[in-house]
């Protein structure tokens, strides 16, 4: 560990197992030529493998001890580093095609998934180690109990896969949860079947607001029982019980209404 005690306030918990850290690489595939950025490199456990393959590494970190570290331990011809918040990092500056890859911080893995998504376009694909009980929320299929709002907002964007189970012992120090890695490939904008984003959105939190509840009620400043008959969706279902194409069908509707 060379010293550096990990931040409860950065979420900090770096990975220590080799083996692990070779199956993430190969799953990774990186290419001397590929445009990547590593989400919080900490103490290198993926940094100094990747650039052993890599041409150049943009690194994006807000711990000023690392940062220093980053400085003085890698080859500056190969690092570039980029200081701040990832949740404030404008990705869109680094080009495109973009592969990110990173350790993401369990305290904020939320709204850095959404973050990515404003530049899904632009990314060919992200490799992320997560919290394993969100990587099972991004991937669950609906009617199942890891299916929900974060479910749906990721699936209509991008392709998702859980490849590698990371357990506790993995890292220093060693967190209270099981870890996960997780493949996510955005959907081409042409097979995005989402016409309004936004009103998605706000139909999706809508009806995941109160889980308990069915679509008559939890829809109900949007849709009658017949407008959701008419969309072959029945109104005393739950949230959990419809898939991205029908929260789709729904927001298509609204949108075409409006």
Known sequence: MNGHKAKKSFGQNFLVDQNIIADIVRAIRPEADDNMVEIGPGLGALTRP??????????????????ARLKTDYPQDKIVIHEGDALKFDFATLGMPLRIVGNLPYNISSPLLFHFTDYA???????????NE??????????????????????YR?????????????????????????????IPSDKIAVKD???????????????????????????????????????????????????????NHLSGRA
């Open 50 to 67: 990747l650039l052993k393959q890599l041409n150049k590494l943009h690194v994006v970190e807000i711990d000023r001890d690392i940062i």
């Open 121 to 131: 376009a632009r990314i060919t694909d992200m490799h992320f180690m997560l919290q």
């Open 134 to 155: 969100v990587v099972e929320r991004m991937v669950a299929e609906h009617s199942t109990a890891a299916y929900g709002r974060l479910s749906v907002m990721l699936q």
């Open 158 to 186: 991008f392709y998702m896969e859980k490849l590698i189970d990371v357990p506790p012992e993995s890292f220093r120090p060693a967190p209270k949860v099981d870890s996960a890695i997780v493949r996510m490939i955005p």
């Open 197 to 251: 984003e936004t009103l998605y959105a706000r139909v999706v939190s809508a009806a995941f607001g109160q889980r308990r509840k069915t679509l008559r009620n939890t829809l109900k400043a949007w849709l009658t029982e017949a407008d959701l008959a008419g969309l072959g969706i029945d109104a005393q279902l739950r949230a959990e019980n419809l898939g991205v194409a029908e929260f789709t069908r729904i927001a």
